[in-house]
């Protein structure tokens, strides 16, 4: 599906008077733009905060500019602390979830859309059914058979507990995209002699590459912000992610609001980065999961 | 066909159910054998306790309250991310200038973490240098008692909610819409349908299964909500939104009493499987409508 700016209503406008029809128009451009602010201002006053120094931070009336700006608290975030750590932990975590997934799911996909057997149903609804348990509700059960197997605190550990979260969109986004791409390819690969496996490799994974694309940057931002499973079972500093971080600094009193709103800025910055460059199929892929889905 | 052939579509779905079997239904088959259990928190020694856990926590007043949160919480938030998501979605749909920039703005707090979410808000609203306070100051009015007073702050984790969850409730109604054949329009206009009647006959009816879908997904997300909250407002000040999944995550995970928590991550799955039910009944009724 495309984002396109549908035509639907054209024909009601041009029925409508023409000073009414310019007024509508103004009240749904100031509507937007209003909301625009609603949506930017607070993102922009982090970064402004982040910028000031302790004094300034906690200056009232609030500071909107000053000559004082500097990054003096980026530079601090980066010679103290975890930082470092944490950043190699998001980037190391979401990577490794974000391929596994992107394996698993594109197998499944690939199965359900070129094979028939039997089952097949059964597993679309296997799929579907954990939607209707609350992640909350599963946490408990998990936590408690971690601490007995010791896995909590370990980097596998928590990759695992991820891939329940990251698999079904991808499935659904992935089957829909390979029912897309016609058989005829594959067919002639394999009348040349193609092995399944080569043909995984040489002829499907090209062709969907885009699909993978779209919802492996889904995947990545999902875990990169991942903050509740990280919490619980997580502990130790050495296995703190971005979130985490940002987390547990927020509320110490000791840390000034332009450190923390640095590291918010840090933290964010990876993620709104990836949205920017890949939007558009990162709306189309989102659209086309949620409305098949 | 041989037999590898027959064996290769289960050997490749393999993964991906393994996964699924054992981080999502063995948990919830555990999780009610734990709900049946005393558990010692020290030593994790479990001993049969029959319903007592249950009844412990029906006799708890926090549960009745955070029942109540949850409603306001759920029925609150929804309503205002559907309505905006229908103004919005339907101002995009309408051939505006700048719907792509509007879209890639609405969704840059949507790829935010709760915890980015969570320390921005807490930040605008502080009650003694936050900025809202201070740019409201001239109307008479302090926002910052939206997350700071008992008696506002869930309407603070409501705006906060919308403000997160906007862009993902606005693209699925324009898809929506945008799905809507322009042939309906059309052949409506003919027979001399104008504007508001266009509206109220022709698109809402059509639209109502992605509203329905729209609200559901809305209500699931709005009921396991925890971390956002967690962040925002830690269920108080006091315990005025402190909702059943943020008092399960405290009751577990601060105070460590696994009974009582599990036994209420059952009634948290028993809701949220009942409200997925009536979804289905519903939608199963307007398609045999239409």
Redesign the interface.
């Known amino acids: 599906?495309q984002?396109?700016?549908?035509?639907?209503?054209?024909?009601?406008?041009v029925?409508?008077g023409g000073g009414k029809n310019v007024r509508v128009?103004t009240a749904?451009?100031v509507?937007?733009i209003l909301?625009?602010i609603?949506?930017?201002f607070?993102?922009y006053?982090?970064l402004i905060?982040a910028l000031k120094s302790r004094e300034l931070?906690?200056?009232?009336?609030?500071v909107f500019f000053s000559r004082e700006f500097s990054l003096e608290n980026f530079s601090y975030i980066f010679n103290n602390g975890n930082t470092m750590i944490m950043l190699r932990n998001s980037f190391l975590f979401s990577t490794v979830a974000t391929l596994l997934s992107i394996?698993?799911?594109g197998?499944?996909a690939?199965?359900l859309s070129r094979?028939q057997?039997r089952?097949k149903n059964l597993?679309n609804i296997?799929?579907l059914?954990?939607?209707?348990?609350?992640?909350?509700?599963?946490?408990?059960?998990?936590?408690?058979?971690y601490?007995?197997i010791g896995w909590l605190n370990t980097p596998w550990g928590l990759i695992?507990?991820y891939?329940?979260g990251l698999?079904p969109l991808p499935?659904t986004i992935l089957r829909n995209y390979m029912s897309s791409i016609p058989l005829a390819l594959e067919e002639a690969a394999m009348i040349d002699g193609c092995s399944?496996g080569k043909l995984l490799v040489k002829v499907v994974l090209p062709l969907l590459s885009p699909g993978i694309l779209a919802v492996g940057l889904i995947n990545f931002?999902s875990v990169?912000?991942?903050?509740?499973i990280t919490?619980?079972f997580t502990t130790q500093e050495n296995m703190k992610t971005m979130?985490?971080g940002?987390?547990s600094i927020?509320s110490m009193v000791s840390v000034h609001?332009g450190v923390?709103?640095a590291t918010?800025i840090v933290?964010?910055v990876p993620?709104?980065l990836l949205?920017?460059v890949f939007?558009?199929r990162?709306?189309n892929s989102?659209?086309d999961g949620?409305?098949k889905g | 066909m041989s037999r590898r052939k027959?064996v290769?579509?289960?050997l490749?779905?393999l993964?991906?159910?393994l996964?699924?079997i054992v981080?999502?239904?063995?948990?919830?088959f555990?999780?009610i054998f734990?709900s049946f259990q005393d558990?010692n928190p020290g030593t994790?020694e479990m001993k049969f306790a029959g319903l007592k856990n249950y009844s412990r926590i029906l006799q708890d007043a926090a549960l009745g309250e955070s029942l109540k949160n949850t409603l306001v919480y759920v029925v609150g938030a929804t309503a205002v991310v559907v309505v905006f998501g229908l103004?919005?979605a339907s101002?995009?749909?309408?051939?505006?200038?700048?719907?792509?920039f509007?879209?890639?703005?609405?969704?840059?707090?949507w790829?935010?973490?709760?915890?980015?979410v969570?320390?921005?808000?807490?930040?605008?609203f502080n009650p003694?240098?936050?900025?809202l306070k201070?740019l409201f100051e001239p109307l008479g009015i302090d926002p910052s008692i939206l997350l700071n007073n008992p008696k506002y702050a869930m309407f603070g984790v409501i705006i906060v909610t919308l403000?997160k969850m906007?862009a993902?409730n606005t693209?699925?109604l324009?898809?929506?819409?945008?799905?809507?054949s322009?042939d309906y329009?059309?052949a409506a206009?003919l027979d001399g349908c104008?504007?508001m009647q266009?509206k109220r006959y022709i698109v809402l009816p059509i639209l109502t299964p992605t509203i329905i879908t729209v609200i559901l997904l809305s209500i699931?997300n709005c009921?396991?909500q925890?971390?956002m909250i967690?962040?925002l407002t830690n269920g108080g000040p006091l315990t005025s939104t402190q909702t059943l999944?943020v008092l399960?995550?405290k009751e577990?995970?601060v105070n460590f009493n696994?009974s009582s928590?599990?036994a209420m991550?059952?009634v948290?799955?028993v809701i949220?499987?009942a409200i997925?039910l009536v979804y289905l009944r519903l939608t199963r009724k307007t398609t045999v409508d239409q």
């Open positions: 599906m984002i396109t700016e549908s035509r639907n209503h054209a024909a009601v406008k029925s409508k128009k749904k451009q509507f937007m909301l625009t609603f949506m930017v607070p993102l006053w982090s905060t931070v906690n200056t009232y009336p609030p394996i698993l799911a197998l499944a690939y199965t094979f057997f089952g597993f296997l799929i059914c954990p939607m209707l348990i609350p992640g909350i509700t599963n946490m408990i059960p998990l936590y408690s058979a601490s007995k695992l507990l891939l329940p698999l499935i399944r931002i990169w912000n991942e903050f509740l919490l619980i979130t985490l940002l987390y927020m609001k923390i709103n918010a933290s964010l993620v709104v949205f920017l939007r558009k990162f709306i989102m659209l949620a409305v | 027959l290769r579509p289960y490749f779905l993964p991906t159910l996964i699924l981080y999502s239904y063995l948990p919830v555990y999780g734990l558990m994790g103004i919005v101002i995009l749909n309408s051939k505006i200038r700048g719907t792509s509007y879209l890639t703005i609405l969704f840059i707090p790829v935010l973490s709760d915890v980015v969570g320390n921005t808000w807490t930040w605008l003694d240098v936050g900025v201070y403000w906007l993902y693209i699925l324009l898809a929506g819409m945008q799905n809507l322009k329009i059309e206009q104008t504007g266009l699931i009921i396991s925890t971390g967690l962040v999944a399960l995550y577990a995970f696994f928590a599990t991550s059952m948290l799955a949220n499987i997925v």
